[in-house]
């Protein structure tokens, strides 16, 4: 057997350029009882490095080349503020927000001058991105899910145009009308869904300290983005084998019958085919609010520490991942920007953590 190339070689492959620019402010009031930061960048990617796909009869199924310029461009905010400040109490609460915008500058012609932009999917992202100059990263382009018909079977969007172009496949370019629908997924058009990313993420936390007694929570959230749920998918899938057994999401009970017509839930019937396939039913909010961290503490006079040879004597109890709030239950959109998610199947979730103890100081 001859040994042979994973991957095909590119001669005219260059580095990647990145250029810089940041400018920001600190500030304090009030006598330092409010503060923070403000920072604001741009950062430009030109010869960016992309996997690009080619026919598996050239023997490999693609290769890595200079496709184009992007532009990542954000704001961050940052605030500190002692609400309460006195000999006895302390109350301070700090929070920050940060907000990301991509922008696809430049693209190699000979991927866009057929249809404008170009499709690609690739090992590590398996939802198909559309990209076009003027766009957005991880524009996400999938066939629209559009409920299910008078028996139950699921449904999906065709764009006329696009099926009448014997150029075109379904998904050489996003559609943009909604003509009419089909239970075939193979005819479905591909319609872009607008980039994955957060909107916005950050973090917020408060601590109190009153009367020898001390509580701290820390939080952390994301605003906007989606994230296809792979992991839910996965867990509505039909019954299409004779295998031993699966488990399945209890949404399951919901799906369409006789006598729950109103559904939105495709049929669950065995050897029904496209109920779960990759559409935009999928593809859900990824905005989220983690209770990350929280600890209550009391720490005993100094009078009462000595009793103990101490020269400090606290009790505490904290915890770690205590809650986690997302648009679905178990579904964890923190794992990726790529679009994919499989929390449940195939990772696990970080470990809730709750101890006490005693602090001593001598």
């Not at 998904?171 to 994955?196: I, V």
């Not at 919901?254 to 939105?264: A, E, G, I, L, Q």
């Not at 009462?304 to 020269?311: D, E, G, H, L, R």
Request: with cysteine.
């Amino acid at each position: 057997m001859l040994p042979t190339f994973s991957s095909i070689g590119n001669e005219n492959i260059t580095w990647e350029t990145t250029s810089n620019f940041n400018a920001g402010i600190e500030f304090g009031l009030f006598g330092n009882r409010l503060n923070g930061e403000f920072n604001y960048y741009n950062k430009k990617t030109t010869d960016l490095l992309f996997w690009l796909s080619i026919p598996e009869s050239y023997g490999a199924r693609g290769y890595y080349g200079n496709v184009g310029d992007i532009r990542n461009r954000g704001l961050e905010l940052m605030l500190n503020a002692d609400i309460i400040r006195t000999k006895d109490i302390r109350w301070n609460v700090t929070g920050n927000i940060s907000h990301n915008a991509t922008k696809i500058l430049k693209l190699d012609p000979s991927k866009t001058m057929n249809y404008g932009g170009f499709s690609e999917s690739n090992k590590t992202v398996n939802v198909q991105m559309w990209y076009q100059e003027g766009g957005p990263l991880y524009n996400a382009m999938l066939p629209e899910y559009a409920g299910v018909n008078e028996s139950g079977e699921a449904l999906y969007w065709v764009d006329q145009a696009i099926k009448d172009d014997p150029k075109l496949s379904n998904s050489s370019k996003p559609g943009t009308q909604h003509s009419y629908t089909t239970t075939d997924w193979n005819s479905a058009s591909y319609y872009a869904q607008g980039s994955l990313l957060p909107k916005a993420n950050g973090g917020f936390s408060t601590s109190l300290e009153i009367y020898g007694f001390d509580v701290n929570a820390a939080f952390d959230y994301q605003l906007g983005g989606k994230v296809y749920d792979n992991g839910y998918a996965r867990l509505m899938t039909n019954v299409d084998t004779k295998g031993t057994g699966y488990t399945y999401s209890k949404d399951i009970l919901n799906s369409w019958s006789p006598n729950n017509t109103s559904s939105n839930i495709p049929r669950f019937q065995y050897m029904d085919q496209y109920t779960t396939a990759r559409s935009t039913r999928f593809l859900t909010s990824a905005r989220y609010l983690n209770f990350q961290s929280c600890s209550v503490g009391y720490t005993l006079p100094i009078s009462m520490s000595k009793k103990f040879m101490a020269s400090r004597l606290r009790i505490y109890v904290q915890g770690q991942n205590l809650l986690f709030w997302s648009a679905r239950k178990g579904l964890d959109p923190r794992y990726t920007f790529a679009g994919t998610n499989t929390t449940g199947i195939n990772s696990y979730a970080p470990v809730r953590t709750i101890m006490g103890g005693v602090q001593v100081t001598f």
